[in-house]
C-alpha cells in the first residue's frame, strides 16, 4: 500500500481561490519532502523542498509567495497555491525520503484545474 | 550539477517484444540512478535503482537496468513486453549525497500493441 499519501487527489476551483494540497507520509517519519509540478505530458520540475521546522527551499523561476509550502510535522507537508489562476493548472507531485529505508517515495499526485 | 536525457518521448512495441528504454545522463559527482513508472492520473512507482552496487539492477515487473559508467548509461529494459506495461517511465539522477534530490529526464511513453 501507498506510504505517502496526497489529498485531495483531484480539485476544480475558480481563479482567485486558494488550494490547499496534503502530503503525509503514512509510516515513517519524514524531514525532508519534495514538492513537483507535472505538466501535460511532460516530465517532474522540482518546486521545492519542504524541510520540518524551517522554511522551504525553493527551486529557481518558482514564486515562493505563490506556493506556500509549510512542514509543520515529521509526517506532514501543505502546499497551498494562493490566488490560483487557469495557468496553474497541473499535476503536482510531493515525495518524502525515509531515512530508515534509505528510500525515497512518492504520493499519488493532486490534478489541479482552476477554471 | 546532473542532467538526464531519454532518447524517445515515444516507444511502441509489440507484446511479447523486447523493451528498450534508453537514458544518458550526466554528473558530477558519482550518481545514483532510478527509473519510475507513471500511470495515468497517477504518482511515480519505483522500477529500480542503481545505488554503486551491482551494475546490472534487477527491479520490479521484469524489468531490468545496467549502468554503464563508460557510456553514462542506465537503459532499462525488458525481455517481452506485456500490454500491461503501457505507461510513461522516467529515468532519474541523483548525485550519491543529494539525499534523494531528484532530476528527472523528460519521460519516454511506452505503448505496446497486440
Known amino acids: 500500500g501507498a506510504v505517502v499519501s496526497q489529498h485531495p487527489s483531484r480539485v476544480i476551483c475558480k481563479s482567485g481561490t486558494s488550494v490547499k494540497i496534503e502530503c503525509r507520509s503514512l509510516?515513517?517519519?519524514?524531514?525532508?519532502m519534495f514538492w513537483y509540478r507535472q505538466f501535460p505530458k511532460k516530465s517532474l520540475m522540482l518546486m521545492a523542498t519542504?524541510?520540518?521546522?524551517?522554511?522551504?527551499?525553493?527551486e529557481q523561476g518558482v514564486e515562493k509567495d505563490k506556493f506556500l509550502i509549510n512542514h509543520a510535522s515529521l509526517t506532514l507537508s501543505t502546499l497551498t497555491v494562493t490566488s490560483a489562476h487557469p495557468e496553474d493548472s497541473s499535476f503536482y507531485i510531493c515525495?518524502?525520503?525515509?531515512?530508515?529505508?534509505?528510500?525515497?517515495?512518492f504520493g499519488e499526485g493532486s490534478r489541479l484545474t482552476v477554471l | 550539477a546532473q542532467s538526464v536525457t531519454q532518447l524517445g518521448s515515444h516507444v511502441s512495441v509489440s507484446e511479447g517484444a523486447l523493451v528498450l528504454l534508453r537514458c544518458n545522463y550526466s554528473?558530477?559527482?558519482?550518481?545514483?540512478l532510478f527509473w519510475y513508472v507513471q500511470y495515468p492520473n497517477q504518482g511515480l512507482q519505483l522500477l529500480l535503482k542503481y545505488t554503486s552496487a551491482a551494475t546490472l539492477v534487477k527491479g520490479i515487473n521484469g524489468f531490468e537496468a545496467e549502468f554503464k559508467k563508460s557510456e553514462t548509461s542506465f537503459h532499462l529494459t525488458k525481455p517481452s513486453a506485456h500490454m500491461s506495461d503501457a505507461a510513461e517511465y522516467f529515468c532519474?539522477?541523483?548525485?550519491?549525497?543529494?539525499?534523494?534530490?531528484?532530476?528527472f529526464g523528460g519521460g519516454t511513453r511506452l505503448m505496446v500493441k497486440p
Open positions: 519542504s524541510n520540518e521546522g524551517s522554511k522551504a527551499t525553493y
Open positions: 554528473s558530477s559527482v558519482p550518481p545514483y
Open positions: 515525495s518524502a525520503r525515509d531515512v530508515r529505508r534509505g528510500e525515497l517515495f
Open positions: 509510516d515513517f517519519q519524514a524531514t525532508t
Open positions: 532519474a539522477v541523483t548525485p550519491y549525497n543529494a539525499g534523494n534530490m531528484l532530476t
